[in-house]
């Protein structure tokens, strides 16, 4: 399993919803935490690593040391988008490329869990630009479908050390 680079088909194909959480997912989800920690991310979706799911996994504190802070998504729907808020961001997929993307302030949010049981989410804010990067990947939607403007895509110097919310 690694993460794929932009224009890697996989990121264009919607994940298909699952229907059963078996041993092999947890594993899967394992190795993707993996990868999330080694390139710094907040988060990652199953087509970032070409697996053809809807399932997402995230840990807002980027640190591999706070297990309990890694969070397991699967079929994700946004009930409810609220405000706007613009701010730099970038994507596992496109290292070094970070741009300014416009997302609602805070959504709602319908999934499973690793358990199989519905949970809502309220996020705000960072927590909330990770979700819906994260469920535009599971749809086939890139980052930079999301900008005002074509003149805004330039590759930047690579910035890894950028603080902008990475996923
Ligand atoms: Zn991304």
Redesign the pocket.
Known sequence: MKIVHYPHPSLRHPGRPLTAIDKKLNVQVGEMFELMYGAR?V???AT?VALPYQVLIMNLTVDPNQRDKEEVYINPVIVERKGSLEDEE?????PGLYQKVRRAKTVMVRAYNLKGELVEVVANDLAARAWQ??I??LNGV??IDRLESLDQLQKVEPRPESEAV??
């Open positions: 991310g988060g990652l979706a970032q970038g994507c596992l997929s496109f990067h994260e535009d990947h890139l980052f990475r996923s």
